[in-house]
């Protein structure tokens, strides 16, 4: 299959009804295109594990916005009253997870973890429901592996292959989501020829890459 | 000086040279302006960054350089930043000295509830449930009532952030210390009675024969009365 793809097509191959991994902090790091073209599309029902949901009009917020999210997984939801007043209409499932359990939760599905063990939760509501385990006389939350169909990842650079590395505070989620989907959809804000990434710099190897979205001419 | 002032100051001289920080939203971001200007902190924004700094002068943003909130931000020379599993590993491996955070109720065993207001607000925890089981030290910066209702109460209504207690509570009537025999009034505001505290307090304080004086960091930072 081929490795590179433009957008349209790339969106085209998720399916209604997918869980959609998206980098980003507030929409620090979110890929803008692969947002964009997924609302083009209209796909619906998505299941979208992040960190947030951003505010209106940005990042994932322009899906919440969009009505094609069935439910988030996320560590806060207080910067969009769009997700929150669908939330209350019951529009959408919101599923809040402690920033910390959550990206571990992440990082046990992209490598393998049969789960975490963590104090984060003990005692509070985020317990309900769940296993709790003891280890050396200490007692452990357990909280269980993330996975997803599709990942839609945020480079700085990418090289022709896929080689990726990210820049400052957008980095956050992307390169530990980019272990944990089925499909790994790469969008960078500039593409280089291969060994301008040199291998040290390299902070998700392109194995891991299945699509590395390709740059469009912006006239017209 | 009006009460949130009042608060950053004092809780500016927590803050201990080379040092690991986390501050959290709100009026805990305060507290940066009254670090001693001769102290190496080292602030962490938990979006994935060490060395975080105020950005010196607008028009100087880099979109890929934010703090928690998405605000643009500067960085000091040797800042780090990282992916948002080694951000978390810090807070919760035990590797952050201080978080500074604020507050919605603290109960009379010290434990912090600062996320949620059922049906009324939801916006879910972020980082707080992991930075107060996580961080080694946990100020808590808050006014001391909501209105005049008290926010330091027996037992919290509102759901709980951790039940690891908090180290030190922070307002503008005083501080208070959670301790294992129950909470210790340390200091008062100027000007305010340990009555007038205790009035404003829904659960028994410990009063010590002495509580002296709040103390507070100047504007340049450092000690002052």
Known sequence: MKKTMKVSEAVAGIADGASLMIGGFMGVGTPPRLIDETVRQGKRDLVVIANDTARPGVGIGKLIDAKLVRKVIVSHIGTNPVTQRQMLAGEIEVELVPQGTLIERIRAGGYGLGGVLTQTGLGTIVEEGKQTVDVDGRTFLLEKPLKADVAFIYAKQADHIGNLTYALTARNFNPVMAMAATTVLAEAQSIVPVGVISPDAVMTPAVLVRHLILRERSHG | ?225
Not at chain 2, 70 to 93: H, Q, W
Not at chain 2, 160 to 186: K, N, Y
Not at chain 2, 201 to 215: A, C, G, N, S
Request: with cysteine; aromatic share 2%.
């Open chain 2, 1 to 225: 000086m009006d009460e949130k002032t009042l608060i950053a100051r004092r809780v500016a001289l927590e803050l201990r040279a080379g040092t690991l920080v986390n501050l959290g939203i709100g009026l805990p971001t305060l507290v940066a302006a009254y670090v001693p200007k001769d102290m190496e902190i080292f602030f962490q924004s938990e979006n994935g960054i060490v060395g975080m700094l105020t950005l010196p002068e607008e028009g100087l943003e880099a979109e890929d350089l934010t703090d928690a909130g998405g605000g643009p931000v500067g960085a000091l020379p040797g800042a780090a930043t990282f992916d948002s599993a080694m951000s978390f590993g810090l807070i919760r491996g035990g590797h952050l000295d201080l978080t500074i955070l604020g507050g919605l109720q603290v109960d009379g065993a010290g434990r912090l509830a600062n996320w949620m207001v059922p049906g009324r607000m939801v916006p879910g925890m972020g980082g707080a449930m992991d930075l107060v089981s996580g961080a080694r030290r946990v100020v808590v910066a808050m006014t001391h009532t909501a209105k005049g209702i008290p926010k330091i109460v027996r037992n919290c209504t509102l759901p709980l952030t951790s039940v690891r207690p908090v180290s030190l509570i922070v307002t503008e009537m005083g501080v208070i210390e959670p301790t294992a025999d129950g909470l210790v009034l340390r200091e008062r505001a100027p000007g305010v009675t340990v009555e007038a505290i205790v009035a404003a307090t829904d659960v028994d304080l410990i009063i010590p024969d002495q509580v002296p004086e709040i103390r507070l960091a100047s504007d340049c930072g450092g000690e002052t009365r």
